[in-house]
């Protein structure tokens, strides 16, 4: 069973190796270390987890189970997914011979060794201490882990693909951004994770939240909206990573068509060349936009909250994408098939939430729900 903190990344790989895993966050919610280890005894599953003081918070809450908790703890910065992929590939077996025999192991670079204290702790040459059950599900991230993803992301996917189209696709994109990362919501890695799994490393990279209350915003945005939860992860977390969205597929269109504002299109066949141009002026879209629309944003929020219609700011929003359509220039066509669209969640969301769903979004999610409503640019592949 995969704690939070552990990447879902990792959850694919392990499936992908024919591990029997559980993603601990998505399968069973919100759950205190003690309740964890608890279902994972009960269910007989080994926790794997980068929380050096699992066992020791377990000990507080509940002591008479650290004696039955079987832990895996990966000693590894939960960022450096390749780092701990390797590891894994290496240790794992090893760790959980151990961790049967000991309860509580740590895979470090240097080995894996049985921590003290465990049921049989004598130290064990070349081995880590360390573990919790596979399980995942959008951790928060580190401001530092956040930084660095921001900076090197050039996209978040959104896929309606069967398996075979999306491996086709995912092999191109790793070709294409060889040196740049594409971020994975955590739905994308829950519907998604045996083919993620095969391209583990370093160009597709889980996105977890940099902001504790995200989900729960999610949730609200969901339960006001109507929208599904694929679209509203794509587009919230392109929105607070600064990203644009790569929506694979026609059908992705059609899923993300209620948050369409405006769309470029083409009439002719794009070469790698055309793609590559474009995708770096869509990232410039969203970039150049971010500031002043997640501001426009917050204000129509608060006008609606006030009683008043956020009809001038809508229509600044319209007319900026208009604006903006012409970098696109070289390739636009009257007809033919979407290659560019532009997203925006706040008018359904300012047409379903009404003054109570503003006034709630304002006053409990006012400091994070501006980042989640950029105007967000998705380039269809």
Not at 84 to 102: G, M, P
Not at 154 to 168: C, Q, T, W
């Amino acid at each position: 069973m995969l704690d939070a903190n552990v990447s879902g990344v990792i959850y694919a790989y392990l499936k992908s190796k024919g591990y029997d895993v559980l993603f601990a966050p998505i399968s069973l919610g919100r759950l205190s270390n003690g309740e964890l280890a608890h279902y994972a005894i009960d269910q007989g599953y080994v926790i794997l987890t980068h929380d050096r003081t699992f066992h020791e918070s377990v000990a507080i809450e509940t002591p008479a189970l650290v004696k039955r908790l079987k832990l895996v703890i990966l000693n590894i910065s939960p960022g450096a997914v390749e780092t701990c992929i390797r590891l894994l590939d290496q240790l794992l077996e090893t760790a959980l011979d151990l961790v049967e025999e000991s309860g509580i192991v740590m895979i470090t670079p240097e080995g894996v060794r049985v921590l003290e204290g465990s049921v049989g702790s004598n130290p064990t040459p070349g081995a880590n201490t360390g573990g919790r059950s596979a399980g995942m599900a959008g951790s928060t991230v580190g401001l530092h882990i956040y930084a660095a993803t921001v900076k090197n992301l050039r996209g978040v996917l959104f896929s309606s693909l069967g398996a075979p189209e999306l491996r086709e696709k995912l092999s191109w994109l790793r070709r294409r951004f060889r040196y740049r990362n594409l971020g994975l919501t955590p739905d994308m890695i829950s519907r998604y994770g045996e083919v993620l799994g095969a391209y583990a490393g370093r160009t597709f990279v889980e996105l977890g939240d940099p902001d504790p209350s995200l989900r729960d915003l999610l949730s609200l945005y969901e339960d006001l909206t109507g929208l599904s939860r694929p679209v509203l992860e794509a587009y919230c977390y392109a929105s607070a990573y600064v990203s644009p969205v790569l929506a694979l597929g026609e059908r992705s269109v059609e899923e993300l068509r209620p948050l369409v504002l405006d769309q470029v299109m083409v009439g002719r066949g794009l070469s790698d060349r055309d793609y590559k141009l474009h995708m770096r002026i869509a990232d410039y879209t969203v970039l150049d936009f971010y500031p002043w629309s997640t501001a426009s944003a917050m204000r129509a929020l608060e006008l609606l909250a006030e009683g008043t219609a956020p009809d001038e700011v809508m229509a600044d929003r319209r007319e900026k994408v208009g604006e903006d359509k012409r970098r696109y220039w070289r390739i636009s066509a009257e007809e033919g098939r979407p290659f560019l669209l532009y997203l925006d969640l706040l008018p359904i969301l300012l047409a379903e939430a009404g003054r109570d769903g503003a006034r709630e979004i304002v006053s409990s999610y006012g400091r994070i729900a501006p980042a989640t409503l950029a105007i967000i640019s998705a380039v269809v592949l």
